[in-house]
């Protein structure tokens, strides 16, 4: 009686080989399920980190947007006229096409950083041929003016504006609280008027084959060249309308994660003209925006 309740408990071969198979089965299903989720969710991280980096490259604009033209003329020979005095000039914006321009994929902006200082003395009149001083409401804050030493082109530390005027000044000296300025033509500074620093930007993409494309700006005070601000923007399109004032900034971004083979569409929508084979490998989004320039106008 013994043996034979044992073998009542007892597993065939054939039920053990049918156990294997149903659990190699059941593995294989759950295996290829993990891997699919596995695949899925790193396609989600490498969506977000592309929208992340498209995000954060149109948001370095924002501020010098913003503030783009503020105090100078619009029109493209007025404004390079505005930077002529004599023999001093801002050669290094004066082939731009105004406050706000595109050179192809480079976006160019001239934009004023606004001050706490004020003019302190009465409304004042410059000219192109008369030094005119003008007293601020406070100290000049340290490396952000510097007078013009009269040779050479000018820096645009040696500009400034107060946008009521319309048109840059020249610094031909700095004393303590006192500014010695000209402008190109006959303008005036209001008493009360804000100071603001004149400053420019220029942006585009550096694409090194074998590494990540970067967006990079240059801030042309600082004379630092271009700086790496943004990995994976892999394209950058700047468009610029001077009738209506409107400018608009698209932006292609990648993932992280490069694929074997083509991942994203060659079309994608929102951004215009055929992607390349190599960014295909990456997971693609595209980031605009459109700001209407409030700033500048008539010269």
């Known amino acids: 009686m013994r043996s034979d309740w044992k073998a009542s408990r007892a597993f065939s071969l054939v039920e053990l ?39 954060m490259a149109l948001q370095l604009f924002v501020y010098a947007i913003e503030n783009a033209a503020l105090g100078l003329p619009g029109e493209t020979a007025s404004f390079r006229d505005s930077l002529v005095i004599g023999t001093g000039s801002l050669s290094s914006i004066l082939g731009w096409e105004g406050p706000v321009s595109t050179n192809g994929e480079e976006l160019r902006l001239v934009y004023a950083v606004p001050t706490t200082l004020e003019n302190a003395s009465h409304s004042t ?31 645009t530390r040696s500009w400034v504006l107060f946008p009521p005027s319309g048109i840059p000044f020249l610094v031909r000296q700095v004393s303590n609280q006192t500014l010695s300025l000209r402008s ?30 970067v967006l990079c700006t240059e801030d042309l005070t600082s004379g630092s060249g271009l700086q790496e601000r943004v990995i994976g923007i892999t394209g950058f399109r700047p468009e610029y309308d001077p009738q209506n004032r409107t400018l608009t900034i698209t932006v292609l971004s990648r993932g992280g994660r490069r694929c074997s083979g083509a991942f994203s569409p060659a079309f994608i929508a929102g951004w215009p003209g055929r992607i390349p084979e190599e960014d295909r490998r990456y997971v693609l989004a595209v980031s605009s925006r459109a700001w209407r320039i409030r700033n500048g106008g008539a010269p």
Do not use: K, N
Not at 202 to 210: D, E, H, L, M, Q
């Open 17 to 55: 080989l049918c156990a294997l198979l149903l659990g190699s089965a059941v593995m294989g299903a759950a295996l290829s399920v993990l891997a699919g989720s596995i695949r899925s969710y790193e396609q989600v991280l490498a969506l977000s980190e592309a929208r992340r980096r498209g995000q």
């Open 184 to 213: 190109s033509r006959p303008s005036w500074i209001a008493s009360g008027a804000r100071l603001h620093f004149l400053r420019a930007l220029r942006a585009r993409i550096v694409s090194i084959p074998g590494q990540e494309p």
């Open 125 to 155: 009149e410059t000219l192109p041929s008369a030094d005119r001083s003008v007293r601020l409401s406070g100290p000049i804050p340290e490396g952000q003016i510097q007078a013009w030493s009269g040779f050479g082109p000018t820096s």
